[in-house]
């Protein structure tokens, strides 16, 4: 049964994704664009989660690098410091920001507004400086090395075509499953707390309680896209997991579109194809430098906020409904007409 | 003991930056709600500015008043084209907005003046001065009486003139305010002036002691979001106090701990007071709650 008003996940936008990425390998075959759509289906991970934090929950963040480094770190402590299996690792790599982000869900509940998106900022910013400081276990500012490849079934998935598909694998579970909790009970709840957090209580839903748990998992998205980073990457260090990672992590979901899990993922593409075409152009031009880069992040989130305030993929995705709904309208006026 | 008095005077020199820097989120924000995270950029801007004025000879005090109306102009100009516009957005976008804005100026500064830390001259003559075991530059001791002045001026400002008593209105009741024939809108961009001027004289203090750079916004922007956070928006007297607080257990911190850490063991400080007091330390239990 199909009621008015709800909305189910669209199976069929799924399955033509994958098969995008299934056939993408074979039509791009330049090892430097693998490589970036792999870093891609990484961020897009992230944005997703943290999508699912702004979109539904209404909460913002400013370290979500934050649970990105916990994941990459606590995944290459254990493989390559302890001999750990990168398998095994995994679940912990997710527990550990699922853990920290309850902890801080927990102690900073009473914060909201300004003060909760100050609260995210200082987590991410003394995630990073432990992270350079605490060299006993990190290695510091210069990073991190030897950290073994991921292995399945005696098969080395190693950094190319293998790990792209790893990656997007993941990406597609995460898209599932989040499209479903999206399209679940919770997530009208959730989007009822975004609305109105007194309204919502009001009715009778627990919001602190939703908040919590949309926190947690979005830290621990960003966990497994630490430790995908990690097992793609030699070595990591402390750069990737800056303030500044945490506002491209922004750039994407607001660009795509905070209100929509689907938002998120385009969003991630399109900022990543900034990204390359920037790249490409300072190939060219000498004097485009990648600093651009930053000016042109800047610049999209400034008239996202001011033209699109929905985003990118909802507003178009409303032109495309209306668009089909005047057509299909027509047509049915046609042949009642014609039944006349 | 030496130690002591040194790692304090460094605290409150810092700290007095951090707090004219909290009062420039606290003016903009009592107005208009709005967080701008694009202030520690105004900062850049003030130290950067005065670098190419003074080299390209234009005299000191000169090139002091024209940094300042210069930075004054795009905060102004930044109220009108962009957050103007944006009116009725939530937080979280305006956030985003004003995080636009920075990242979107730090880029074109790093492409107008390089990414090379410049050297800018001190007001005066700078021999450090020996008190007591602890030396303190003359320029530091300027840092610390302008962040005065500037509390000084802005308490005669907002609570002794018309314009003031304005800005309040508009602050407590922008309705009303309309009524009494008040315009909002003015004071919105009378507040981003106001306060792109306060992140200007900022810079010209610090850039002696700082050596500015395309990329010194981020984090005195950040440290003065913390400041006012922690001495509780909206207010003027939290905002100093916040500042001063952070300068001092940043400096204690690097002293005494390790300097390293000194950014997170401030933050980590923040974090447990905010546990305490959620609002921050002056802020009524009332502010910033509901909004995002």
Known sequence: MKLQGVQQTKWMGVLVFALAILVFPFIVTQSFYLTQATFAGIYAIIAIGLGLLMGYAGQISLGQAAFYGIGAYTTSVLTATMGWSPWVSLPIALLFPGLLAFIMGYTMSRLSGYYLAMATLALGIIVHTLLVEWRGVTKGASGFFGIPQLNLFGYTINQGIPYYYLVWFFVIIVLILSLNIVHSRVGRALRSIHDSEIASSSMGVNTSKYKMQIFILSAMFAGLAGWLFAHMSYSISPAAFTFDASILFLAMVVLGGSGSVWGALIGTLLIRMVGIVVHMLGEKFPFITSDFEHVIYGLILMLVVIFLPRGLFPTVADWFDALLTKRSSKKSMLKLAAKR | ?292
Do not use: C, H
């Open chain 2, 1 to 292: 003991m030496g130690d002591l008095l040194q790692f304090t005077l460094t605290g409150v020199t810092i700290g007095s930056i951090y707090a004219i820097v909290a009062l420039g989120f606290v003016t903009i924000y009592s107005v208009t709600k709005v967080i701008n995270l694009a202030q520690g950029e105004f900062v850049m801007l003030g130290g950067l500015t005065m670098y190419s004025l003074t080299s390209a000879g234009v005299p000191y005090l000169l090139g002091f008043v024209i940094t300042i109306i210069v930075v004054s102009i795009l905060g102004w100009i930044m109220e009108y084209l962009l957050i103007r516009r944006a009116k009725g957005a939530d937080p979280i976008s305006l956030i985003i907005l004003t995080i636009g804005t920075a990242i979107f100026i730090r880029g074109i500064a790093s492409v107008v003046w390089g990414k090379d830390q410049l050297r800018v001259a001190p007001f005066t003559e700078n021999t450090p001065v020996n008190i007591a075991n602890a030396t303190i530059t003359p320029q530091a001791i300027w840092v610390v009486v302008i962040m005065l002045l500037v509390v000084f001026l802005l308490y005669i400002l907002i609570d002794k003139t018309m314009v003031g008593k304005a800005f309040q209105a508009s602050s407590v009741n922008p309705l009303a305010a309309r009524l009494m024939g008040i315009s909002p809108k003015r004071m919105s961009s009378l507040s981003f002036t106001l306060s792109a001027a306060l992140g200007a004289l900022a810079g010209l203090a610090i850039a002696p002691i700082m050596f500015p750079s395309y990329d010194m916004g981020t984090m005195l922007g950040i440290k003065g979001f913390s400041a006012a956070i922690l001495g509780g928006l909206g207010s003027a007297p939290g905002a100093v106090i916040g500042g001063l607080l952070i300068g001092l257990l940043e400096s204690l911190g690097a002293g005494y701990i390790s300097s390293g850490m000194k950014d997170a063991i401030t933050f980590s400080a923040i974090l447990l007071i905010l546990l305490i007091r959620p609002s921050g330390i002056l802020g009524e239990k009332s502010v910033g709650k509901g909004g995002l």
